[in-house]
């Protein structure tokens, strides 16, 4: 019903259009009998402490996606891994972009980035691939 549908978060309904739509994964469907054409290959949530990342991580999960790999400030960590994310890592850190490809052992071709900022740009292009796909959440 309507009544029903208003009360779904606009951030679930962010995360769920950009990583369904904008990034091209494959929906998830219930009950999930087959992994998803992707569901090995790495995805970096970056802010993943963000609302919409928190999303983000939980329907990736959901969806079968096993390799999701979240940024997120030290105390978000825990709560990302109960979420589903395979790798947390530290965004303040020098050397978070190598983290992330040690993680994950080749550039990326999924990227959302939750903070679209200057520098999470800089940080993204050092960890994604030529032909990889990433999708920015911009504030309105």
Same mark, same amino acid.
């Not at 009360?7 to 606009?10: K, S, V």
């Not at 009998?33 to 995805?43: F, G, Y």
């Given at each position: 019903s309507?009544?029903?549908?208003a009360?779904?978060?606009?951030n679930?309904?962010?995360?769920f259009?950009?990583?369904f739509?904008?990034?091209?994964l494959a ?5 999930i ?11 970096l949530?970056y802010g ?7 999303y983000?991580?939980q329907?990736?999960?959901l969806a079968?996606?096993?390799r999701d790999i979240a ?5 978000h960590h825990s ?10 890592? #530290?965004?303040s850190? #020098? #050397? ?5 490809l040690l ?6 071709r999924?990227v959302?980035?939750c903070?679209?900022a200057?520098?999470?740009?800089k940080?993204?292009s050092? =960890?994604v691939?030529s032909?990889?796909? =990433?999708a920015?959440l911009?504030?309105?």
């Open positions: 309507l009544e029903a549908a009360t779904i978060p606009d679930f309904i962010t995360a259009y950009t990583l739509d904008c990034l091209g929906p998830p469907t219930f009950p009998s087959v992994p998803p054409p992707h569901a090995e290959t790495p995805i949530v993943a402490g963000a609302t919409s990342g928190q983000a991580v329907l990736l999960a079968g996606y096993k940024t997120a400030s030290h105390r709560h990302l891994k109960s979420l589903g994310a395979a790798h947390v890592i #530290d965004y850190v #020098d #050397d978070m972009p190598e983290k992330i993680a994950v052992g080749k550039n990326l999924f959302l980035d903070i679209s200057e520098s999470t740009l940080s993204i050092s =960890v691939s032909d990889g796909a =990433v920015l911009l504030p309105v």
